[in-house]
Nanobody, 116 residues
Framework: VQLQASGGGLVQAGGSLRLTCAAS????????MGWFRQAPGKEREFVAY????????SYSDAVKGRFTVSRDNNKNTIYLQMNSLNPEDTAIYYC??????????GGQGTLVTVSS
């Protein structure tokens, strides 16, 4: 599976960004796609996920109410709309595919930097 995340950049606190993840090689047994992030010096953490039919979404407490995950099945693409960004959101953001209970990562992430 190949996952290409894009859309990161430098933004001021309170601003917005929209991340895109283009997936290829995803088989029909995939259950969901999601976003994770890794801040400098920290472990990678879950951000959000969306199932294949877009009927179920989940968010971490840190981003709930500010971030929205969506998908375009025709393009095998998911998005992460990030609003009200704060410096604690600074991280490399990765997209992932879930097979069974395992999250699979492929490709480079995209860097989001929020200045205060």
């Amino acid at each position: 599976v190949q996952l290409q995340a894009s859309g990161g950049g430098l933004v001021q606190a309170g601003g917005s960004l929209r991340l895109t993840c283009a997936a290829s090689g995803v088989t029909g047994s995939a259950r969901a796609m999601g976003w994770f992030r890794q801040a400098p010096g920290k472990e990678r953490e879950f951000v959000a996920y969306i199932n294949l039919t877009a009927t179920r979404k989940s968010y971490s407490d840190a981003v709930k109410g500010r971030f929205t995950v969506s998908r375009d099945n025709n393009k095998n693409t998911i998005y992460l709309q990030m609003n009200s960004l704060n410096p604690e959101d600074t991280a490399i953001y990765y997209c992932s595919v879930k097979y069974g209970s395992n999250w699979i990562f492929g490709g480079q992430g995209t860097l989001v930097t929020v200045s205060s």
